[in-house]
């Protein structure tokens, strides 16, 4: 099977004269575009998901066009895109084809990734709708110099190797600007990388996208079970999400949150958000609010090794910390406007985790009243870890302006 797909991936290196993008073929309903951004220490990841991609590609139907963007860590490939059916790799382009400098070969790089999406709608144009597929490495709405060894996603070091610490990032907010510019109804994006679901990158999106399905939390390195999956990208586009959420899920024995946002209802779920922090903030005695015993998905020091401190966390469960510090009756309302955007939802206990003292992140409790899937940045003392920082870049986000701005955290 390897040696198959060694012999297929070479054609993007050497080209007859017709474009191999511009054949004859039936018209496409939906075009789903992994974006494979796997210049960096997820590059052998890449190779697997290949293969996983190339037989999950079996079950499509010809209406259904399965496209793969993969720049990954190769000394002699030049990162290319194709189409992916029945098996096969039956269309390719190399970078340079597409018309890309190839000195812009950052797959995380804001030109190259508009480029190479506006190029596979040009050229696979779908009457009904477009998904997209986020491989890679993210760190949810964090910007790319808030703290070390964050990006909101698809880190790229360009140097075809797995280990170079520098390299491109794309925020959250400059992905949603390309998004509205190309001319496509984008349904949804699975997120195949870590901390995606966060409500500031679905408010972001939410007059962009339709749907965000991933997790909340760090997801295992070797992504998405996508042989099983590649159909369900093709269902309409909420089943879809829950379909593909359930068998990630499942796939990864439990040990793994995930979620679905309808982008349209985030308007509200911000409007009751707001309502919510202001009550926080009329009742709390000091300036921040307290986050011990919250639900919380990720530090922000990697290397803590004495267990939980407050600040040293920035990813909290949105319903959890809202339920914590509100009276029933303000709860009850902000978890309406929840379920209408938060439409499905898989709780897990534990999950694995790359910060160094263990094999899982476990040291919570959660249950199914606590957890909801879903996480929010809540400001914290300036003075504490690094929240001067992550208190001024939250405001660079349109959450911001929804949920904080005119409160006493803006001040």
Known sequence: MILMLTAALAACHSYDDHDPMQIDRPVIDRTVIIYMAAENDLSVHGWNNLNDIREGSKKLSANQCLLVYVDRSHETELPWLGRFQGGQLTDSVSISDMGISQHDEYASDSRV?????????????????????????????????????????????????????????????????????????????????????????????????????????????????????????????????????????????????????????????????????????????????????????????????????????????????????TPQEVYASWQQAYDRAVIHKLMATRWRTAIPWGGFYDNFKITEESYHGVSMFVPQDPRRGRYAKLNEDIKRLTWWNAVYEGSKWDE
């Open 113 to 325: 990734f508009e480029d190479v999406l506006r190029y596979a709608v040009n050229h696979f144009h779908a009457s009904q709708d477009y998904g997209l597929v986020l491989w890679g490495h993210s760190t949810g709405w964090l910007l790319e110099d808030s703290i070390p060894r964050t990006r909101g996603y698809g880190f790229d070091n360009g140097h075809n190797d797995r280990t170079t610490p520098t390299g491109y990032y794309l925020n959250i907010p400059t992905m949603n600007q390309i998004l509205k510019r190309i001319p496509a109804h984008w349904s949804y994006i699975f997120a195949d990388c870590c901390l995606f679901a966060c409500l500031e990158s679905a408010y972001e999106m939410r007059n962009t996208v339709d749907y965000i399905v991933g997790s909340v939390a760090e997801i295992p390195g070797q992504g998405a079970p996508y042989s099983k999956i590649i159909p369900d990208m093709f269902l309409p586009a909420e089943m879809a999400c829950k379909t593909i959420a359930d068998k990630y899920y499942a796939n990864c024995s439990e040990a793994q949150p995930f979620a679905v946002i309808k982008n349209c209802e985030m308007d509200q779920l911000a409007s009751a958000t707001r309502t919510a922090l202001q009550v926080i903030s009329d009742n709390i005695d000091d300036a921040y609010p307290d986050m011990n015993g919250i639900i919380h998905y990720l530090y922000t020091d990697f290397h803590i090794m004495w267990g939980y401190r407050p600040e040293y966390s920035m990813f909290y469960d949105a319903g959890d910390f809202i339920k914590h510090h």
